[in-house]
């Protein structure tokens, strides 16, 4: 049986989760500051992306994302493992991204990500923050090349 705590942190870190999701959304990539640890490793070379630290990968989410017109990131099945002040979690994401054609500029395709995220937690005198995430590819349907997606 679950106490009062383990209770309070799963929900605590599942609203971390749900607030990167929200930020990156809403483009609102300041708000990551509030999700990620200062010296957070965070990987998304599995989608084609970058991996390094924090500081560096949203400099590259504020350059990249948009290029994207819409995008969304839905969650689910959150497996969160908490020991003391530290925790790992695993969580599916769905992320449909609308894109421009090659063939055809100003028309627009939507291709399908499915992913899980595979994080780090820890305990912070300002709350649970993600030390580490990684992005463990699933699927990706219709995407462009690379180059055209980051």
Request: charged share 25%.
């Amino acid at each position: 049986m679950l106490d009062l705590q383990e209770i309070s942190d799963r929900l605590e870190i599942q609203q971390l989760m749900i607030n990167y999701s929200t930020a990156i959304d809403g483009r609102d990539f300041d708000a990551l500051d509030q999700v990620f640890t200062p010296d957070a490793y965070i990987d998304y070379r599995a989608l084609d992306g970058i991996d390094g630290r924090y500081p560096e990968i949203k400099a590259w989410l504020k350059e990249v994302m948009p290029r994207f017109p819409n995008y969304y990131h839905m969650l689910g099945n959150p497996n969160v493992r908490i020991s003391g002040d530290t925790a790992v979690s695993r969580t599916i994401c769905f992320n449909p991204m609308v894109t421009e054609t090659a063939e055809d500029e100003g028309k627009t395709d939507v291709f399908f990500c499915g992913l899980w995220y595979v994080d780090k937690h820890v305990r912070t005198g300002l709350g649970w923050r993600m030390v580490e995430r990684i992005e463990e590819r699933c699927f990706l349907y219709n995407a462009p090349p690379p180059t055209r997606r980051l």
